[in-house]
């Protein structure tokens, strides 16, 4: 199918130098009425963060629909995987979302 241009956000993407020692930008995938930017951070400890946009047809807006993310240390010492819905974070429009924002979607 094709593709439109319906928004643009350059705070959904990581920032360069935002999460450890390396370009956090995982990439984006993009489903039918989802939008995924994943997320991957390295220093001492490493972490991976998958934000997923869900499309609202009567709002004609993406929001934030759920965010799954792993950290660990280690050998996977502390390892952790936690999901968070809207219920934890609220209605966030995919326009409005900054992933450099670490109280964002916590």
Do not use: H
């Amino acid at each position: 199918g094709n593709y439109q241009l319906v928004c643009r956000n350059i705070n959904a993407i990581p920032c360069k130098v935002c999460c450890g020692m390396s370009d956090p930008f995982g990439g984006i995938a993009i489903r039918e009425g989802q939008i995924i930017i994943t997320q991957n951070c390295a220093s001492n400890c490493e972490g991976n963060s998958e934000y997923s946009f869900k499309y609202e047809r009567d709002r004609k807006n993406w929001y934030l629909d759920k965010v799954i993310e792993e950290s660990w240390c280690f050998n996977f010492q502390d390892y952790s995987l936690d999901t968070l819905t809207k219920r934890d974070f609220g209605k966030i429009s995919i326009t409005k979302f900054n992933i450099n924002d670490e109280d964002e979607a916590k």
